[in-house]
Each structure stands twice: as C-alpha cells, then as structure tokens.
C-alpha cells in the first residue's frame, strides 16, 4: 500500500503539472482542486475519507503548483458548501471574505485538511474565481472557475480508481461576427 500511495502522489504531481502548463497558468494565479480521496481508493464518494491518501496527493499537487508559483485553493466537501481552503496571502490579493471554519475529513473533506494543515496561513473562504483546475472523483469544482470554462484533456486519466477531468478559462468572446480577438486570450 504504502508504494500505491507513493505511486498517487507521483501521479498527482504529473497531473498538476501537466494542468498548469497547458492551461499557461500565470504566476499568481488561482489554481482549484477538488479531491475525493474515497474515489481514489475505489469507493464512493464521501465514504471512506483518507487522510494517508490525501496527504500523498496533496503534497504532489502542492509542489506542482508552488514550481508554477500559483496559489492552490483546496475545495472542501458538500458538508461545507463546497468552501475553498486557500493562503491567506491569496485571499487578501484577491478580496476573497474569510468564513470560519475548519475542514475535517468527515466535514471538509481529507485533501481540504491537508490544505488547513500544511498551508502557511490557511484561511476559508466561499467563493473564487479560478484560472484552472483539476477535479479529481467528479467533486464539481466548475462553480469556482472563471465563466468560460474549456475542458483540457490530460495524459492522466485517473489517480488511484478516481477520474480526473481539468479545465482552463479563458476571456469572454465579444462583439458578434465583424469582431476581431486577440489570439493570445485565446
């Protein structure tokens, strides 16, 4: 077991990575996920939360995303409305309120607690607007992306037994069919 976890983390760092550099995250900003670690074992979600699993995937996430110099925002489970764990120093740059709360496996989920516990500052908040992300066990991180939301498809298809589906934004189309768009935006 304790080779599949290392196996996972590996696999979660590649998948981050791989998410980032597509997505051409730029530094600073927001990059969501959202994890059910009872998916990655191969049970249904919410009910076989995993501390040992998240800590695995979460280090490979966070390391990914630090080496990008994005800010990762942890989204927590159902039972705190799908609230996002992020640095303090992120949700002060973004204007992001403070809730107060304190994810736990069974209320927040495993991979948020992990956020809570190895963050410099962790704070709670309800709402962002993300750059991209990655959801990993179909845990519906669209609500905290950017509006225009673009599917990517990565190499990694799954981490343990969860499916993995990522997604970028990108600038809103305006201005009808005589408009012209900046390729970069695109």
Not at 39 to 49: L, P
Not at 76 to 85: Q, S
Not at 102 to 113: E, L, M, N, T
Not at 133 to 155: F, Q, W, Y
Request: charged share 25%; hydrophobic share 45%.
């Amino acid at each position: 077991m304790e080779q599949d976890i290392m196996e996972i983390g590996e696999k979660a760092y590649r998948a981050a990575n791989e998410i980032l550099s597509m997505a051409k995250s730029e530094q600073g900003s927001l990059f969501v996920v959202g994890c059910s670690t009872s998916e990655v074992a191969g049970e249904r979600i919410g009910s076989a939360s995993n501390p040992e699993l998240a800590e695995a995937v979460f280090a490979g996430i966070y390391m990914a995303a630090k080496e990008k110099g994005v800010y990762l925002a942890a989204q927590c489970c159902e039972h705190l409305n799908r609230a996002l764990i992020v640095e303090k120093e992120a949700a002060d740059k973004f204007g992001y309120e403070a809730v107060n709360v304190v994810p736990q496996p069974k209320a927040g989920g495993s991979f948020a607690s992990m956020a809570w516990k190895y963050f410099k500052e962790p704070t709670a908040v309800e709402h962002i607007r993300a750059a991209a992300g990655m959801d990993i066990g179909n845990t519906l991180i669209g609500m905290h992306l950017k509006e225009v939301a673009v599917p990517v498809r990565i190499s990694i298809k799954n981490i343990g037994e969860a499916p993995v589906v990522c997604a970028r934004t990108r600038a809103k189309f305006i201005g009808g069919e005589r408009a012209a768009y900046n390729k970069g935006l695109i």
